[in-house]
Each structure stands twice: as structure tokens, then as C-alpha cells.
């Protein structure tokens, strides 16, 4: 943990993990070396290669020696997440989806996100206490919620037999997503 000051002069707290990620990364390396006589890939701009999907690996499955030293590895990147690497939750995520039948495609994608953490070991994350700037006055486009992907929907939620009558004034939530799961733009 340490005191930042960002541009405005505002002070924050900032936690990092690179002394952890330096020696995690430099004991893969030592180990892949030694093991697989290979180095870990040099161009790791992202945790995972685009477009990797671990679900559809197809590649050979990994012999026990091989898949004990794979479930190490998650376990490191497990604990790097936990020490605030939220970077490359995603991927871990995906990866530890597959320690029941690891296969070789998945342990290259391991080591390119210990290439990816050798790149970029400094992150910090930085607990910002200035309140964010949000308009909740601002008018949101209105969207079409009675049209989905499944058709014509009925929107009328009916109040179950049984359950108290409503009290007090009406209010609208809304909520901020970073996502087109929903169909908006």
C-alpha cells in the first residue's frame, strides 16, 4: 500500500502486487526453461490470445505431471487476482474453468499470462475518494423493453396472491452499464 497524489492533488491510497508478480513470473520462467526448454512468449499484449476460447481447445490433454504443475500455475494467478491483478480475473476465470481435463492449449495460455504479468507487473489499484462526476439529471434515450430476442413480450408484472399492498411514492432505479447485453448502444 502506498500514498498517491493524482493530478489534481487529491491523496489516495494505491495497492499493488509487483514484488509478488516479479517472483511468480520469474519462477515460471525458471521452471518452463528447465522443464520445457522454451521461454515464455515475448509478445503478450493481452492476458490471453484474441480470440481464445479455452471451452474449445482441442489440443492434447495434459499428461499428470503436467496438469498438477497447471493447477499450480492457477493457483498462482487465483492469488495474483486476489491481490488486486481484477486485470486478468476474466481469463483466469476461463482457465480455471478447465482444471478438471487441462489440455496443452491451456497451459500456453497460462504462460502468455505470466508473459502478459512480466510486462506489466507495476499495476496499481487506486482507491479514488473525489466522488464520481454523474449527471442524474441527464435523460436517458427511452428504449423499446417489450421487443426481445425471444419476440413479443408481455411487460405487465403482476403482484403475486398474497404479498402486501404497495406503499409510499413510486421511484425509478436507474443504473449505469458498461455492456450491450441488453440490446442498447
Known sequence: IQSIELDDGTKCWGYGSSQYVKNSVKNVEDYYMK???RQLPSKATTPTKSGYRPELDASRELNPDESSYFHQLIGILRWIVELGRVDIF??????SSCLALPREG?????????AYLKKHHNALMIFDPRE??????????????SYSTMGKMDMKEEIPPGMPTP????????????SDHAGDQ
Open 35 to 37: 522443464k520445457f526448454g
Open 106 to 114: 491451456h497451459l500456453e495460455q497460462v504462460f502468455n499470462v505470466f
Open 90 to 95: 476474466t481469463e483466469v476465470s476461463m482457465l
Open 167 to 178: 406503499h409510499g411514492q413510486p421511484f425509478v432505479i436507474r443504473a449505469y452499464v458498461d
Open 132 to 145: 464520481p462526476g454523474i449527471d442524474f439529471d441527464a435523460h436517458f434515450p427511452d428504449q423499446d423493453w
